[in-house]
């Protein structure tokens, strides 16, 4: 079994963990899950970085011992992460003493054969990222990510002859080219690299910082924080002996954000080569989370934390938010509003809909069993063909953590799946006897293009894929190469209509009506409803959810004709993205010719109705002013099937 392994950094316990935190940890917990999924034996390590003086200040504000303080933190972290439903294989605490062994056994070997030396140091020191930063780093004298300036510091300390490595490490990243992801980060290293590397400043004199791993050839100095924490990734897995180490450290992946990129890209592939060991395979850089254009961070104080958003939208909704949203590398923005849109937009009403309309009506047309198919029709062979297709982009986007694509290209089969339902029309089809194999055609269809979604969302949406599978009576299913055809629903075998997936969300907004007020309205026999809460200003009113069960899109017309016997309704053919007939009562007030092209508003989800012998699905939007009816437009063009909201 090929083996593959994939770390997050691991954080700093001077803070609680946030969403910045939580990204990182589950896009390597989705990526690992699709590995598992791939056939792979997978290694998934985390954990948290204990030494150094900002955890020291930590623990000083808290008032608490520093032991005191890194153990209650790191358990903060430990415990953050499965009610996301990310499950690492290993959680690597940097004060644990297997590790600190570690870090000491490389310190002397890299010590002994001539890579670390003793000298004296002058630079610009910031203690938030506890390096030293060059003038060039810096914005208006502040460092970029703390905003603060750094402080002037001059000292003895020992160093790692990191420059002795540069020309190698120049040469490595040419020549692989993805060694260091997205390009645009490979591009900011080797630029980087065009100027001399300094050698790195690896130790702390015990004078200014005990919380650390002390040196095994000088007691006087603990280990600067990088040369500590970056060594996790070797200790997690035992080495320098056991066999976990030859088996994972051949294929091992770093997922990290912008911010530690230089010690990643530059301290680590150089601190590897000087041990003699091979460097990672790949490195995966993504953008920040932002809070109003700014990085969400402990130090500015605009975090949000994973916790409550479990609590208010469940753990698949957040991490089906998070990458979709973001465009793995580039920075995104993070507000409750867009996950919120999400969850009611794609979770509630793409999926959660074809989910629940597939298996009712496999439920009430075909008793709850996966029918027999026909002989497939060009629509019935076209999704098939698109699920299927569906598949490899899936994987190909995958592979290079474009997460973001491998959802649209999910997304985009959920919504011509949800458009086969309405242009099939089964619940048609049902009435005619003639046409039974046609519909057990369609359902088995809609089974097996579910049953493939389903597949795809294991590593995304662990619990909903359990869900779907479990319905679709397919939990033995773990392995994309050889669940990945179709045809594998077995006709006549049970389909269990199981509970609601999403549940549709409110937005808390000052003019949403309270439930209590509702409430009072439908039991007005209590007696108890107070004049407030049944205030005449209520009446009329309908919730958010009602609205959104309302389905309004963009529709463009593409022909238009008078319907015989009639002065009053025209027939359009319009495209919303699909092409459908849509009966309107215009005919008064536009001539056919004039609306061709024209893009109006339609309500989509309108159940069929036939007007004048012509089946019309859907109604187009108009104003009536006095005698007039004036068609509904957008200001500008967009693409047809676009949802108004
Ligand atoms: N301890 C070091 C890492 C050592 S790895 C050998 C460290 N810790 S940290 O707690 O500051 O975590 C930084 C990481 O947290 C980022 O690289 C990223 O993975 C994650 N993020 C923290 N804030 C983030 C955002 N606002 N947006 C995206 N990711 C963020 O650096």
Not at 257 to 283: F, Q, S, V
Request: proline share 6%; charged share 20%; with cysteine.
């Amino acid at each position: 079994m090929t083996a593959y392994y994939l770390t997050t950094p691991i954080f700093y316990v001077n803070a609680q963990p946030h969403m910045g935190h939580a990204y990182s940890t589950v896009v390597a917990d989705a990526v690992c899950r699709y590995q598992r999924l791939l056939g792979k034996d997978v290694r998934f390590q985390t954990g948290t970085d204990e030494h150094g003086d900002k955890i020291v200040h930590a623990a000083a504000d808290a008032e608490v011992s520093v032991k005191e303080y890194v153990d209650k933190i790191s358990a903060m972290f430990k415990a953050a992460w499965p009610p996301l439903a990310i499950v690492p294989d290993t959680f690597v605490r940097t004060t644990d003493p297997a590790h600190m062994g570690v870090v000491q056994g490389v310190l002397q070997q890299v010590y002994d054969q001539g890579d670390i030396y003793f000298s004296e140091y002058t630079g610009l020191y910031c203690k938030g990222c506890e390096q030293f930063l060059t003038e060039k780093e810096l914005v208006d004298g502040k460092c970029p990510d703390h905003l603060t300036e750094p402080d002037q510091i001059s000292e003895q300390n020992y160093f790692f002859r990191m420059s002795k490595y540069q020309e190698w490490l120049i040469d490595h990243i040419s020549k692989n080219p993805e060694f260091i992801t997205p390009e645009r980060y490979r591009n900011e290293v080797l630029s980087f690299l065009k100027e001399p590397l300094e050698d790195l400043c690896i130790s702390r004199p015990t004078t200014r910082l005990t919380w650390g791993i002390p040196l095994p050839f000088d007691s006087r100095f603990v280990t600067y924080v990088w040369f500590d924490a970056l060594i996790n990734y070797l200790s997690g897995l035992g080495y320098p002996a056991g066999q976990d180490f030859s088996r994972y450290w051949p294929v091992a992946e770093h997922v990290i954000a912008k911010d530690i990129l230089k010690p990643h890209a530059i301290y680590w592939p150089t601190m590897l080569k000087a041990m003699g060991i091979e460097p990672y395979k790949r490195l995966h850089v993504h953008g920040y989370w932002n809070m109003n254009e700014t990085k969400m961070s402990k130090s500015l104080g605009n975090v949000v934390r994973p916790g409550e958003l479990v609590t208010e939208f469940g753990a698949d909704s957040v991490r089906y938010f998070l990458l979709r949203e973001m465009s793995f590398g580039l920075d995104a923005g993070f507000s409750k509003e867009a996950l919120m849109a999400r969850h009611n937009s794609d979770l509630t009403n793409d999926l959660g809909n074809l989910f629940s309309r597939s298996l009712t009506m496999v439920k009430n047309f075909a008793a709850s069993c996966v029918p027999q198919p026909g002989t497939p029709s060009d629509q019935d062979r076209e999704l098939a063909e698109a699920a299927l297709a569906m598949l490899g982009h899936y994987r190909e986007h995958l592979d290079h953590f474009a997460f973001h694509r491998a959802l649209a290209a999910v997304w985009e089969v959920i919504s011509r799946a949800n458009k086969y339902i309405v242009s099939t029309q089964p619940w048609e089809l049902v009435k005619d006897p003639q046409q039974a194999a046609q519909l057990g055609t369609v359902l088995y269809t809609l089974l097996e293009t579910l049953r493939l979604i389903t597949l795809v969302l294991h590593p995304i949406m662990p619990e909903t894929a359990a869900k779907m599978a479990e319905a679709l009576g397919v939990t033995d299913e773990n392995n994309l190469s050889d669940c990945g055809t179709w045809g594998r629903l077995v006709p006549g075998s049970a389909i269990t209509h199981g509970a609601q997936l999403f549940p549709r969300l409110q937005q808390e907004t000052k003019d949403k009506p309270q439930p209590q007020k509702n409430k009072a309205k439908k039991e007005p026999s209590t007696g108890k409803a107070s004049a407030a809460e049944t205030a005449p200003e209520e009446e009329g009113l309908v919730t958010f959810d009602a609205f959104q069960n309302l389905e309004l899109r963009v529709a463009e017309i593409v022909a238009a004709e008078k319907i015989a016997k009639s002065d009053r309704l025209l027939k359009l053919t319009v495209k919303a993205p699909e092409e459908r007939t849509i009966v309107a009562g215009i005919a008064q007030h536009y001539q056919p010719e004039e609306l061709v092209g024209r893009q109006v508003i339609i309500v989509a989800n309108l159940k069929p109705a036939k007007l004048m012998g012509v089946a019309s699905h859907g109604m187009v939007l108009a104003a009536k002013d006095g005698d007039r009816l004036v068609l509904s437009a957008l200001s500008g063009p967009v693409a047809p099937g676009s949802r108004v909201a």
